[in-house]
């Protein structure tokens, strides 16, 4: 059943899922990192304690986040502004970088020629050696948040995500393939708001800035 045949037949609960992606982190070499990751910085910090005035304007019930340095510091920071507990999943996790973690994008072309034409020619299905293909952490990213808005059916819960989740939870809502996710940019500590009812998502909000 589509979005038109759920609003026919009456109200139905919703169920809020607001995403935002901790950061900016610390990463003056600018590399690639997933897990553990990098800390916040002090930038970071401020801008979540922005984002916390934002998202009280919703019922959050809990805040949940990857494992990873600044998912798991910016959900600790969310949680106790909101008032109430986090929770922290591996399967939130960035897509894994493998062997180019820790390294910048000029670095990996110098060293990885040919794995780079590779990922050139199939973005989503391509995966760094002993890493993750975008498509595989998106599966993951999806089973993930489906799960979470199964848990919390009714209610609003804060997703600490990442690039890669976060366009995998508006795929949720969106006609999305993985191959097309750059097409929505998700910006650090910013909100963005979907509704669910049953399984049909809404996209109400992208990228809100909590002004100062």
């Not at 920071?77 to 996790?93: D, H, I, M, N, W």
């Not at 002993?130 to 848990?151: F, M, N, Y």
């Amino acid at each position: 059943m589509g979005l038109l045949g759920h609003f026919l037949k009456g109200p139905h609960p919703k169920t809020t899922l607001l995403l935002t992606r901790a950061g900016p982190v610390e990463n003056p070499e600018h590399v690639l990192y997933s897990h553990p990751g990098l800390p916040l910085s002090e930038q970071g910090r401020q801008a979540l304690r922005s984002l916390a005035r934002l998202a009280r304007r919703y019922p959050v019930v809990q805040v949940y986040a990857a494992d990873s340095l600044a998912e798991a510091e910016a959900a600790r920071l969310l949680s106790q502004a909101l008032g109430v507990p986090f929770v922290l999943l591996p399967e939130l996790r960035e897509r894994s970088w493998g062997a180019w973690e820790g390294q910048s994008f000029a670095g990996v072309q110098s060293r990885f020629p040919q794995e780079v034409a590779s990922w050139l020619q199939d973005e989503a299905g391509f995966a760094p050696p002993g890493g993750e293909s975008i498509r595989e952490a998106w599966e993951r990213g999806k089973k993930a948040i489906k799960a979470l808005l199964g848990w919390h059916q009714g209610q609003a819960i804060l997703v600490v995500g990442n690039c890669t989740l976060n366009r995998a939870a508006l795929s949720l809502a969106l006609p999305l393939p993985p191959e097309e996710g750059l097409r929505l940019e998700q910006d650090y500590a910013r909100l963005t708001v979907v509704e669910f009812y049953g399984e049909e998502g809404v996209v109400k909000a992208l990228n809100l800035d909590a002004c100062p």
